[in-house]
């Protein structure tokens, strides 16, 4: 399947009889959460071949699926103890039935699917066996482990190398990106460890795509440290945003004034991902206090609560060994990296990528 097709999601009876006795498909679990969505049809929003691993040690790698895509539906953590993550949720193709395009294309995609799974003579799993599989009791009365699609990735993939070429021609002839974005991944990417290669260009290179991107209206350099030296303490805001709010995100210059030189701000990473929406105007979309932790498969408090953007997702533009990753996470906000706009105040429209870069990571 491909970006732009339109497939129908199958009936909650047909999916179950594709699982295991622990809802799941080649290791990825159909959650509770996917039931709402059973019966309706919708666009293919990305080919899910691969995507990130954060359920191992820094530095992150990527992961390749087969048969999996990425439709435009989020898991809403009802059954995964009020998780606010949002994580956009992952499809098996057999779960899906194509509706519209090429008939030769859709009989070899229902061939490929398993064509009419409602076919099979006995229902493999039950929707309370799908619930029951969802956490994990601590035999020592801890706190329960969450099995979810995120923390299920490295069960349902396979190891995918940074250098292996074959997920960037399926990155483009998917649809998930155009030759642009891929031409200036892979430009940023070997300018990015060019001047981290130790010969000392690093310094000459910060500064010249300083001084050249801003011509072009750009940011600074996506990894430039924070000012505040590591160890002192970071700096807080308190707006009280709420859902709906329009917000605008600081400038990047102002915004390495709050974290320190390893980009923290009171234990939140800035990330070089959320640099582009430096200067850009976006909504709320929640408030932020809990979620579950990909490593550890726990529920986590958040100390200080953070923030969601409407629209606002990682790109995958700047970050090592996992470029084009389509999985489209939220990226965490700290309110001191915000300031609170007006509905009325000039620009005030919420759009998404007002003030993207044009150099070395233009968008398709």
């Known amino acids: 399947m491909s970006v732009g097709d339109w497939v129908?999601?199958?009936?909650?009876?047909?999916?179950?009889q594709?699982?295991?006795?622990?809802?799941q498909l080649d290791g990825m679990p159909f959650m509770p959460e996917m039931f709402r969505f059973c019966g309706q049809r919708?666009?293919?929003?990305?080919?899910?071949?691969?995507?990130?691993?954060?359920?191992?040690?820094?530095?992150?790698?990527?992961?390749?699926?087969e048969g999996t895509v990425h439709l435009e539906t989020r898991c809403d953590g009802e059954a995964h103890g009020g998780?606010?993550?949002?994580?956009?949720?992952?499809?098996?193709?057999?779960?899906?039935?194509?509706?519209?395009?090429?008939?030769?294309?859709?009989?070899?995609?229902?061939?490929?699917?398993?064509?009419?799974v409602g076919a099979a003579s006995s229902q493999r799993c039950s929707e309370s066996e799908v619930s029951a599989h969802t956490q994990q009791s601590d035999p020592n009365g801890g706190p329960p482990t969450y099995v979810c699609q995120a923390t299920q990735v490295p069960h349902a993939?396979?190891?995918?190398?940074?250098?292996?070429?074959?997920?960037?021609?399926?990155?483009?002839?998917?649809?998930?990106v155009g030759l642009g974005r891929i031409f200036s991944g892979l430009t940023y990417s070997t300018y990015y460890h060019l001047s981290q290669a130790g010969i000392g260009l690093g310094p000459a290179m910060r500064w010249f795509y300083n001084k050249f991107h801003g011509l072009c209206g750009g940011t600074l350099y996506p990894r430039t440290p924070g000012l505040i030296p590591e160890g002192k303490p970071t700096p807080s805001g308190t707006l009280n945003l709420q859902p709906g709010e329009l917000v605008r995100v600081k400038s990047h210059e102002e915004i390495l004034k709050s974290v320190d030189s390893s980009n923290r701000n009171r234990g939140m990473y800035w990330d070089a991902e959320l640099v582009p929406y430096c200067g850009g105007t976006y909504r709320v979309l929640r408030?932020?206090?809990?979620?579950?932790?990909?490593?550890?498969?726990?529920?986590?408090?958040?100390?200080?609560?953070?923030?969601?953007?409407?629209?606002?997702?990682?790109?995958?533009?700047?970050?090592?060994?996992?470029?084009?990753?389509?999985?489209a996470m939220y990226p965490y906000w700290r309110e001191i990296w915000l300031e609170r706009v007006e509905p009325n105040a000039p620009g005030a429209s919420g759009s998404a990528g007002e003030k993207l870069p044009v150099l070395l990571s233009s968008q398709r």
């Not at 594709?18 to 809802?23: F, P, Q, V, Y």
């Open 8 to 16: 129908e999601i199958r009936s909650k009876e047909e999916i179950l």
């Open 157 to 176: 993939s396979k190891p995918l190398a940074w250098w292996d070429l074959r997920q960037y021609f399926e990155d483009y002839w998917s649809g998930n």
């Open 287 to 327: 408030r932020v206090t809990r979620l579950i932790d990909e490593k550890t498969a726990k529920m986590v408090e958040m100390k200080n609560p953070c923030i969601i953007l409407d629209s606002v997702v990682c790109q995958a533009r700047y970050s090592q060994c996992r470029m084009l990753c389509p999985k």
């Open 18 to 23: 594709t699982l295991d006795g622990k809802g």
């Open 83 to 116: 998780c606010q993550a949002g994580c956009l949720l992952y499809w098996k193709e057999v779960w899906l039935k194509p509706v519209s395009g090429d008939p030769r294309k859709l009989a070899a995609l229902s061939s490929e699917t398993g064509g009419d």
């Open 42 to 65: 919708l666009q293919v929003h990305k080919r899910a071949h691969k995507t990130c691993d954060y359920t191992t040690l820094y530095p992150y790698h990527m992961r390749r699926l």
